[in-house]
């Protein structure tokens, strides 16, 4: 499965979008991206996944570069629950192992 | 109703023992997953099971053994416990298919004194 790198933290103002990068330039033809979140304390929580297009469900959206090397996540109107580690993961199918790397820790604050 | 469910939620023992964490699925997933969370908070895979069977095995000592006694349920046995098998243990169940997705029980903090 390919690596990916996240910033390893980020405030965001509760109301506005927060948009969270990640790179994956070693992905290949047949990787899907993945992001999870973990809430302090609990289990981590799909949020969405995508392959080539751009996804968007009521969670949040995905924006996946066309060379695939790089992806955002959004979350359009961050709430004071938003704040979690936010996971992106590259692997062939979920189904497999998920390799969860450091993640980025949004704090959104009032 | 919870769709992964794990008990105990805190468990603390003595090193020596042995202790079993309980998991169960009401999504109707065939596959499903024993994960440990470490102090510095990564998540690694320890185990997947489908249809009752093993298909990932990571590098895990042979005091952890996990048991699957139907689609809808996958135990943690874990013997001789030390101190370093302190963690949270999450459980997680899926289709295995390509696209689906992992939903993760609540977690078992377990603390070996």
């Known amino acids: 499965d390919a690596k990916t790198t996240q910033p390893t933290s980020m405030d965001c103002a509760e109301g506005r979008a927060a948009n969270l990068p990640c790179n994956h330039s070693?992905?290949?033809?047949?990787?899907?991206v993945y992001w999870y979140r973990q809430i302090h304390s609990q289990g981590p929580q799909y949020i969405i996944h995508?392959?080539?297009n751009n996804e968007t469900n009521e969670m949040a959206s995905l924006i996946i570069t066309e060379d695939r090397k790089s992806s955002t996540l959004i979350l359009p109107h961050a709430t004071l629950r938003d704040t979690a580690v936010y996971y992106c993961?590259?692997?062939?199918?979920?189904?497999?192992?998920?390799?969860f790397g450091a993640g980025t820790q949004v704090v959104v604050t009032p | 109703d919870t769709a992964v469910s794990q008990t105990p939620k805190y468990l603390v023992t003595q090193m020596g023992n042995d202790k079993s964490i309980k998991c169960e699925q009401n999504?109707?997933?065939?596959?499903m997953y024993w994960y440990k969370q470490d102090s510095k908070k990564f998540l690694k895979i320890m185990f997947s099971?489908?249809?009752?069977?093993?298909?990932i095995n990571e590098t895990v000592p042979n005091r952890f053994s996990p048991k699957s006694p139907d689609k809808a349920h996958l135990n943690l046995h874990i013997n001789s416990l030390e101190l370093g098998d302190s963690a949270v243990y999450f459980c997680?169940?899926?289709?295995?298919?390509?696209?689906?997705?992992?939903?993760f029980g609540p977690g078992t903090r377990l603390t070996v004194l």
């Open positions: 993961i590259v692997t062939i199918s979920s189904w497999g192992k998920l390799q």
């Open positions: 999504l109707g997933h065939d596959t």
């Open positions: 070693t992905i290949s033809g047949n990787e899907y």
């Open positions: 997680a169940s899926s289709h295995l298919s390509i696209e689906d997705t992992q939903y």
């Open positions: 099971y489908n249809n009752k069977e093993l298909i």
């Open positions: 995508g392959l080539k």
